[in-house]
């Protein structure tokens, strides 16, 4: 599976934003996906993921989508916040994965190269 995401850019305060992740080479569906994201020296933050898995810093404000007949997976981001400048990377696992798995990084095989998103103040 390789992946492809799409849709980051400058946004002001309060702006929204939709991340768009592309899947080819095998069917998306029976994947475990999810969105991560990642500043310059952090670690990769779990942000929302298949089967209404959410971070508790963007749940209100994320939310993950899904279309199985296009092979695309998306987040659509609102009332975005500086503190939400980061890479925002799509990841697929070759199993769905449960509550606590989903959060983990290290449960992905697959990972795309990541779109930037920066929210200016």
């Known amino acids: 599976v390789r992946l492809e995401e799409s849709g980051g850019g400058l946004v002001q305060i309060g702006g929204s934003l939709r991340l768009s992740c592309a899947a080819s080479?095998?069917?998306?569906?029976?994947?475990?996906i999810a969105w991560f994201r990642q500043g310059s020296g952090s670690e990769r933050e779990f942000v929302a993921a298949?089967?209404?898995g959410r971070s508790d810093s963007t749940k209100d404000r994320f939310t993950f989508g899904f279309d199985a007949a296009k092979n695309m997976a998306y987040l659509q981001m609102n009332d975005l916040k500086p503190g939400d400048t980061d890479k925002y990377y799509c990841?697929?696992?070759?199993?769905?994965?449960?509550?606590?798995?989903?959060?983990?990084?290290?449960?992905?095989?697959?990972w795309g190269r990541g779109t930037q998103v920066t929210v200016s103040s």
């Open positions: 990841a697929a696992a070759r199993s769905v994965l449960n509550t606590v798995q989903m959060r983990d990084a290290r449960s992905y095989d697959y």
């Open positions: 080479g095998r069917a998306f569906n029976a994947y475990g």
């Open positions: 298949r089967g209404d």
